[in-house]
């Protein structure tokens, strides 16, 4: 039987927590200066692809246990190919917002027009936690 290497480790995590915090300050303290898609808009998908790459280092380290719902051991219990399983179905589901979101900013920049900060705020924030409300439902396969 093949040991597990899985260390628990939060370091990464609070790296990206960091940098999460510190990326969004910088951007919202700048003063509105014109951009491709506009300040809100650019905040909406920094923070989507902020998410994604929380997701992406999760489905790397196998860290399924910085996800709520997931303890340490069992992640451990669960074997290798169930984690990355599992964290596999929660960065699809994210990757897929952060595409809903950048159609809409392409769709309302070129054709649509609705855009206000509020509204932008809305749709990525929205986006968001549709793809969160999308991976409730996803189980680590545990052993029996």
């Keep these: 039987m093949k040991k597990d290497h ?3 480790s939060y370091k990464l995590f609070w790296a990206w927590t960091a940098l999460f ?3 969004l300050t910088v951007l919202s303290l700048q003063e509105p200066q014109p951009s491709y898609f506009g300040q809100m808009k650019t905040i909406g998908l920094v923070i989507c692809l902020l998410l994604d ?3 992406v280092l999760i489905y790397v380290t196998e860290s ?3 996800i709520n719902g997931v303890t ?3 992640a451990v219990q669960a074997g290798s190919q169930a984690r990355r399983r599992y964290a596999l179905r929660h960065l ?3 990757l897929g917002a952060t595409a809903v979101y950048i ?3 392409f769709l309302d920049k070129y054709y649509l027009h609705w855009g206000n900060d509020i509204r932008n ?3 990525a924030g929205g986006a968001v936690c549709i793809a969160a409300l999308l991976t409730i439902p996803v189980k680590l396969d545990l052993p029996q």
Excluded: D, P, R
Aim: charged share 10%; with cysteine.
């Design 92 to 94: 699809l589901c994210f």
């Design 121 to 123: 705020a809305l749709v």
């Design 21 to 23: 915090c510190i990326g």
């Design 6 to 8: 899985l260390k628990k």
């Design 103 to 105: 159609l809409y900013c």
């Design 64 to 66: 399924v246990y910085w």
């Design 53 to 55: 790459l929380l997701f």
């Design 72 to 74: 340490y051991e069992q």
